[in-house]
């Protein structure tokens, strides 16, 4: 029954292997790594080789960085890594740990470490590879060599049939061997063009999130200077108005209607700079901004009615700005075009994610015209900027729902706001 019991287990380890291998190739990372640490916290001790635990810790390790937990993807390839050198042949495993820590150690910003890790796993691969070719050859030497005295045997019997046969036999294994080397460098540089393109997403999304916070500083830039120079000679010439009408008591109502005027642009003044950049955000944060903002479109829009809820989140600076203007967006667009008269907005934590809804009960409006807008365009940039994701939902008469989601890895204690 024991040895029942432990082949069973050592069954149950590599089905649940493969399983979170195939979710890997799914990239549906998070449910590959749930079966990754079910083999390791309940199967460990019955995988068959050092190697197999060895591999388990770097999948670990692996499935942490695709979904960006960058501390724990780093705590499991030191463990790979160790039991890697112990190790006395090389295998794929061994090499892929160095490209795992490049990637790893690129996301860090440790770029130099990235490169040396790049290059030992470029050293390693390319060792790996020109080995198994020599054991490949030699394999196929020995194969010809059993045949050939096969061949011997045969060639005693009938030498011109025995000669085309030989023939034929090397003409195959040199198309064999061609074919398996063009195999092993299409398969080489397939891998390395994925590698390629997954960095260039990173760099991409790197550009994009600079670009936003770039345009963010010169909005705020450009409405501080507004508001001290035309905020301060609108606040002076109030300041004169309302003297010249002490001075002047026969035309007072004359200079208090001008008063009001300068009053009702100094008021405009202030709404524009608070909707270029909304500062309140650095002193305040941005879930108590976007609630003041909504509340003050309340007193405007009466009619509407303005729902929002929110968890207690410090955010970093940038993706609050970001988030801000995502939400102005899609409230001003509500405003413009859906004849709603109640908006809706949730934002919490889901699991390891920001979730972020928005709903309203407008006329509705077909995706496919939907999709065609640069203000919906706007908001999938920056929500792709930060890693994450956004979907709507709409359709004539059915109102329109946005529903965002970011990893909070990206988003979180890196300066709160």
């Not at 096969?150 to 011109?160: E, G, H, M, S, T």
């Not at 009702?264 to 500062?279: A, E, N």
Request: proline share 1%; aromatic share 12%; with cysteine.
């Amino acid at each position: 029954m024991v040895y029942a019991s432990a082949k069973d287990s050592a069954f149950n380890a590599v089905n649940l292997m493969n399983i979170g291998v195939a979710y890997n190739e799914l990239k549906d990372y998070n449910k590959g790594l749930r079966y990754y640490l079910d083999v390791y916290t309940k199967y460990k001790n019955f995988l068959r080789t050092n190697d197999d635990y060895a591999t388990l810790i770097s999948n670990i390790g692996a499935a942490y960085l695709n979904i960006g937990n960058l501390d724990s993807a780093a705590l499991y390839f030191k463990q790979a890594l160790t039991l890697h050198k112990k190790m006395e042949y090389t295998s794929s495993d061994n090499f892929d740990i160095f490209s795992n820590l490049s990637v790893l150690e690129y996301r860090r910003g440790n770029f130099k470490l990235s490169r040396d890790y790049l290059g030992t796993y470029l050293t390693l691969k390319s060792n790996y590879q020109r080995r198994e070719r020599n054991n490949k050859v030699i394999e196929m030497q020995e194969r010809f060599n059993a045949k050939d005295k096969q061949a011997q045997i045969l060639r005693l019997k009938n030498r011109n049939q025995q000669a085309k046969l030989s023939y034929y036999k090397l003409q195959y294994g040199i198309i064999v061997s061609v074919v398996l080397l063009g195999l092993l460098i299409t398969l080489f540089f397939y891998r390395q063009r994925k590698k390629e393109q997954a960095l260039k997403i990173v760099r991409k999304n790197e550009l994009k999130r600079a670009a936003l916070e770039a345009s963010e500083n010169e909005k705020l830039r450009f409405s501080r200077d507004l508001h001290d120079t035309l905020g301060g000679s609108l606040t002076l010439i109030s300041l004169l108005v309302n003297q010249a009408g002490d001075k002047n008591p026969d035309q007072v109502s004359d200079f208090n209607k001008l008063y009001d005027i300068v009053q009702g642009s100094i008021t405009d003044l202030r709404r524009v700079c608070r909707d270029m950049y909304p500062s309140e955000i650095l002193v305040s944060g941005v879930i108590n901004s976007l609630k003041n903002f909504y509340l003050r479109l309340g007193t405007i829009h009466e009619s509407f009615n303005f729902n929002f809820a929110a968890d207690d989140l410090k955010l970093e600076k940038g993706f609050s700005v970001n988030m801000y203007r995502i939400l102005q967006e899609l409230t001003n667009n509500t405003f413009k075009y859906a004849e709603a008269t109640s908006v809706e907005v949730n934002i919490q934590k889901d699991g390891e994610e920001l979730r972020i809804l928005f709903r309203d009960n407008g006329k509705g409006v077909e995706l496919n015209d939907l999709l065609k807008g640069v203000g919906l365009n706007s908001i999938e940039e920056r929500t792709k900027a930060y890693k994450g994701s956004v979907k709507f939902n709409s359709s004539s008469g059915n109102g329109f729902t946005a529903v965002m989601r970011f990893p909070l890895n990206e988003i979180e204690e890196k300066g709160t706001v």
